[in-house]
T-cell receptor
Framework: GESVGLHLPTLSVQEGDNSIINCAYS??????FIWYKQESGKGPQFIIDIRSNMDKRQGQRVTVLLNKTVKHLSLQIAATQPGDSAVYFC???????????FGSGTQLTVLP | GAVVSQHPSWVICKSGTSVKIECRSL??????MFWYRQFPKQSLMLMATSNEGSKATYEQGVEKDKFLINHASLTLSTLTVTSAHPEDSSFYIC?????????????FGPGTRLTVL
């Protein structure tokens, strides 16, 4: 089955610095990946997604990198702001099912 | 953008009672809705997949008789926690897939905090 994990449970960065959150997945058949942001007491909020036929995708202040060789993806947040403080989850979907499997989450704290 | 609502946002109930949680897609039709459970400082765990007009598909380890799911319309799915116990206290989140949109995209609701005394 699919398992998705994150390398670090917590991450603290200075305001204005760049943040990098990592995620590893195990199923090489996973074809679609999403990063979500979850603030305390709220539902997940879509940040950015990437398909397995791409290795990089950019959004506003965020970039997702996918390395299928080592089954790893990362979320880069540029110029991290206090409002970026939240838990970030990666999720992966395998080709045979449409359900998403979520990683364990990384708590990002932005320091003033 | 697509909006998913949940009601109630929080509920406190006594042990042994049943609680119903609603998940609505407000501006789109959802043929498929998903129910997740999230314990404090943990990830989202898929409980079941709900397809409009058919029986829900439950994940391994999720009791279908305890967590009743009904998806009677294209905009509404309900999760009923029957005979709730303190260990059922959790954050329940639904998501919905837009019938007309990208099949990959799931829109999440704001969650329902259930506390069983």
């Amino acid at each position: 089955g699919e398992s998705v994990g994150l390398h670090l449970p917590t991450l603290s960065v200075q305001e204005g610095d760049n943040s990098i959150i990592n995620c590893a997945y195990s199923n090489s058949a996973s074809d679609y990946f999403i990063w979500y942001k979850q603030e305390s007491g709220k539902g997940p909020q879509f940040i950015i997604d990437i398909r397995s036929n791409m290795d990089k995708r950019q959004g506003q202040r965020v970039t997702v990198l996918l390395n299928k060789t080592v089954k790893h993806l990362s979320l880069q947040i540029a110029a991290t702001q206090p409002g970026d403080s939240a838990v970030y989850f990666c999720a992966a979907r395998s080709g045979s099912a449409r359900q998403l499997t979520f990683g364990s989450g990384t708590q990002l704290t932005v320091l003033p | 953008g697509a909006v998913v609502s949940q009601h109630p946002s929080w509920v406190i109930c006594k042990s042994g009672t049943s609680v119903k949680i609603e998940c609505r897609s407000l501006d789109f039709q959802a043929t498929t809705m998903f129910w997740y459970r999230q314990f404090p400082k943990q990830s989202l765990m898929l409980m079941a997949t709900s397809n409009e007009g058919s029986k829900a598909t439950y994940e391994q380890g999720v009791e279908k008789d305890k967590f009743l799911i009904n998806h009677a319309s294209l905009t509404l799915s309900t999760l009923t926690v029957t005979s709730a116990h303190p260990e059922d206290s959790s954050f329940y989140i639904c998501s919905a897939r837009d019938r007309a949109g990208r099949a990959d995209t799931q829109y999440f609701g704001p969650g329902t905090r259930l506390t069983v005394l």
